[in-house]
């Protein structure tokens, strides 16, 4: 079974506006914790936001905000102030706290197209 | 600067042949992880390790093989044996949980080596 869900493979969103990102995660674990990678086209995986799941307040950081309904297990990626450099592959992933390791489960990701 | 360096930035297999990816870092992490990405799909876990001369197996290991020897460095081979090898790779580093590493800090990217088939 998927671990993430990203159900939006295609986003468009006009320069200056906010846009949101859908993530859907399954887990049994109590303790977990959520992240939002970046991907441009060159390729590079660029970290942006961190959730616990023990977290009792929604993780902000600059214009990246995440909305976490622990019930019904969504963490989803705001970006406020959309800008042109903003257009890349955007991924989920989470880390289950039972292992002893830190593997990242990933989901397929978004990709959100910037318009001037 | 701290970094990961993965080489060669693309590759090409001829088939039958054996080709090592080469991932090295400075950030004195721990745990390192190899990914495989195709296009327009996520990251799928190869291999990782949290400590020299220890790896396991991740979800698609078949085909591939690693090794360990230092701390810095984290070969990744696609054998011959790997009969779709044509994809996007990435190497990632991590603290280590053993090492007092928190569950909080992400893992750090390189710039991924893109291989094809000739």
């Known amino acids: 079974a998927q671990k993430i869900t990203q159900t939006q493979p295609g986003m468009f969103v006009q320069e200056k506006e906010a846009v949101t990102l859908d993530c859907t995660y399954d887990t049994s674990d109590q303790s977990y914790g959520l992240f939002w990678y970046k991907q441009p086209s060159s390729g590079e995986m660029i970290f942006l936001i961190y959730?616990?799941?023990?977290?009792?307040q929604n993780a902000t950081e600059g214009r990246y905000s995440l909305n976490f309904q622990k019930a019904r297990k969504s963490a989803n990626l705001v970006i406020s102030a959309s800008q042109l450099g903003d257009s890349a592959m955007y991924f989920c992933a989470m880390r289950e706290g039972g292992s002893n390791d830190y593997k990242l489960s990933f989901g397929a990701g978004t990709t959100v197209t910037v318009r001037a | 600067d701290g970094g990961i360096t993965q080489s060669p930035k693309y590759l090409f297999r001829k088939e039958g042949q054996n080709v090592t990816l080469s991932c090295e870092q400075n950030l004195n992490h721990d745990a390192m992880y190899w990914y495989r990405q195709d296009p327009g799909q996520g990251l799928r876990l190869i291999y990782y390790s949290q400590i020299v001369n220890d790896f396991q197996k991740g979800d698609i290991a078949e085909g591939y093989s690693v090794s360990r020897e230092k701390k810095e460095s984290f070969p990744l081979t696609v054998t011959s044996a790997q009969k779709n090898p044509t994809a996007f790779y990435l190497c990632?580093?991590?603290?280590?949980?053993?090492?007092?590493?928190?569950?909080?800090?992400?893992?750090?990217f390189g710039d991924g080596t893109r291989l094809s088939i000739l």
């Open positions: 959730q616990g799941s023990y977290d009792e």
């Open positions: 990632a580093s991590s603290i280590a949980r053993r090492s007092g590493g928190r569950s909080n800090q992400p893992q750090h």
